[in-house]
Every structure is written in C-alpha cells, then in structure tokens.
C-alpha cells in the first residue's frame, strides 16, 4: 500500500514539473512574438514602472531560461 502511495506522489510531481515547463515555455515564446499583446499586462504587473517590449522580450526569454531549467532537473532526477 505505502509504495504505492508513493508512485502517486512522484507521478503527481512529475506532472506538475512537466506542465510547469509548458507554461514556461508557451508564455516565454508568446512574450518574445507579440510583446504587443503582453503590454496591458506588463502595465499592470510593473505598475510603477512603465512596461516596454524591450522589458518584456527580456522576461519572455527568462521565462525561456527557467523552463530548460526545471526540464534539465527533471532529466536529471531520473538519472
């Protein structure tokens, strides 16, 4: 009973990771293409600075870097 219990466990971990890195990766890809559709969002989240596509590509590709990230601990953990 307890191993599978922890079966479960990991495979809810696994795919909470891999649905991370989705994420990561759709929103990274979407902010780098149309950083146009991102500004009211920006405006918002960076409220006392004003948000500019430059400041958004910038977080699009750290969005980027943070899933190839948690893919690599993801790899890494089975091995």
Same mark, same amino acid.
């Given at each position: 009973?307890?191993?599978?219990?922890r079966?479960g466990?990991?495979?809810?971990?696994? /795919?909470?990771?891999c649905?991370?890195?989705?994420?990561?990766?759709?929103f @990274?890809l +979407? $902010?780098i293409?149309?950083?146009?559709?991102f500004m009211?969002?920006?405006?918002?989240?960076? /409220?006392?600075w004003?948000?500019?596509?430059?400041?958004i590509?910038?977080n @699009?590709? +750290? $969005?980027?870097?943070v899933?190839?990230?948690?893919?690599?601990?993801?790899?890494?953990?089975?091995?």
């Amino acid at each position: 009973m307890e191993e599978t219990s922890r079966i479960g466990i990991l495979t809810v971990n696994t /795919f909470g990771l891999c649905v991370g890195v989705q994420l990561g990766l759709v929103f @990274g890809l +979407a $902010a780098i293409f149309w950083p146009d559709k991102f500004m009211p969002l920006f405006d918002i989240l960076m /409220f006392p600075w004003a948000a500019s596509c430059r400041a958004i590509r910038a977080n @699009g590709i +750290a $969005a980027i870097g943070v899933s190839l990230l948690l893919l690599v601990t993801r790899l890494a953990c089975y091995h």
